[in-house]
């Protein structure tokens, strides 16, 4: 009788109450790490984001390559910045050059902005933007070209294969042509303190007579054709370009 009875009080014992034992108190030194945990969660510095404005330096690590951020990029493609392209191209600048290798390529803006009417030609002096590599998934893939994205002397930007640019400049660099007559003023005015420049942009505005659009004569194109070659050789040369009012 004694066996059974105790035998019960076991059973009895073990379908006891299914409230969880109580937690212990956690002691001084977990309660001081858990405190340390969550102060270091708030005080983890955020992701550094990129700064706006204009680029002065290589972004990344590849000092030869000399891209530009990425998002300035982006936002750059997305318009069009005839003074920018002027500022940036100023001898001395870091941003690397390269040249069209091939006859002729279309203005394909791959950033997904506006692209130019004019083709790219042979010669044609670029700004390397950004490069993108083929991705082959490590292996030698015969013909695989990656891409670089480029900014043009008339503020607008390209992409093309690597195949179609060179890095080794040219006896005479080539440019896509410039719209003076939409210049900011300032920019204008700058460019105007070389003397050459700035008799070339009395004529033209004399043989063009303010045209915009449409038809005009043979001696308003050769001014204007005047004045793009210029401007280019006044910046090529160290004729200060001032920041723009208009910035992506």
Not at 63 to 91: D, H, S
Request: neutral net charge; aromatic residues 4%.
């Amino acid at each position: 009788m004694r066996h059974s009875m105790a035998l019960i009080l076991l059973v009895l014992a073990g379908c006891g109450s299914s409230t969880p034992p109580a937690e212990e108190p956690k002691t001084e030194t977990q309660a001081e790490a858990a405190t340390d945990t969550k102060t270091e969660a708030a005080d983890a510095p955020k992701a550094e984001e990129e700064p706006k404005g204009i680029p002065e330096a290589c972004a990344g690590d590849d000092k030869a390559a000399c891209v530009m951020p990425k998002g300035f990029v982006k936002r750059l493609c997305n318009g069009v910045y005839p003074e920018l392209a002027l500022f940036l191209f100023q001898k001395g600048s870091p941003w690397r050059r390269a040249y069209v290798s091939a006859k002729e390529v279309a203005p394909f803006n791959g950033l997904g902005g506006p692209s130019a009417e004019e083709k790219l030609t042979l010669d044609e002096e670029l700004l390397v933007l950004s490069q993108m590599k083929a991705n082959t998934g490590g292996m030698q893939v015969s013909g695989a070209t990656g891409s670089v994205d480029v900014l043009r002397w008339d503020g607008t930007c390209a992409t093309l294969s690597t195949e179609e640019v060179r890095f080794q400049a040219p006896s005479k660099p080539k440019h896509a042509v410039i719209p003076w007559r939409i210049l900011e003023d300032a920019t204008q005015e700058a460019l105007k303190q070389n003397e050459a420049l700035g008799k070339v942009a009395i004529e033209r505005k004399k043989e063009c007579k303010g045209a915009t659009m449409g038809a005009v004569s043979a001696k308003c194109e050769k001014a204007d054709k005047a004045l793009n070659d210029l401007v280019v050789d006044a910046v090529r040369t160290g004729t200060t370009v001032p920041k723009p009012a208009k910035v992506p």
